[in-house]
């Protein structure tokens, strides 16, 4: 069983910055996706487990960037220039291979609140 601790969410104004972090219990694919009210769960950003290769979703490419640390186990996401829509939960995920389906991740965390104000 993998367990997932997500932190770093917050309140912050449109333009600023914000940096999650997930711990894993296993060195694995890891993914962000987020939730608004009313919406779909979608992808953010996803990075492979050795050679930490990158994927992004367009809404975010150039505003946030995903990294890990193997050593601790641990993903991070730093947002920056963060907009009103950037407004969700946002959920850290782990599977085997990376993807940008959610069906295709098998752990997931609980769930960090984002909110921008304008």
């Known amino acids: 069983q993998v367990q997932l601790v997500e932190s770093g969410g917050g309140l912050v104004q449109a333009g600023g910055s914000l940096r999650l972090s997930c711990a894993a219990s296993g060195r694995y694919a890891m993914a962000w996706f987020r939730q608004a009210p009313g919406k779909e769960r979608e992808f953010v950003a996803s990075?492979?487990?050795?050679?930490?290769?990158?994927v992004y979703a367009i809404s975010v490419k150039g505003r946030f960037t995903i990294s890990r640390n193997n050593a601790k186990n641990t993903v991070f996401l730093q947002m920056n220039s963060l907009q009103p829509e950037d407004t969700a939960v946002y959920y850290c995920?782990?599977?085997?291979?990376?993807?940008?389906?959610?069906?295709?991740?098998?752990?997931w965390g609980q769930g960090t609140q984002v909110t921008v104000s304008s």
């Open positions: 995920a782990t599977a085997v291979l990376a993807s940008v389906q959610a069906t295709q991740y098998d752990y």
């Open positions: 990075i492979t487990s050795t050679y930490g290769v990158t």
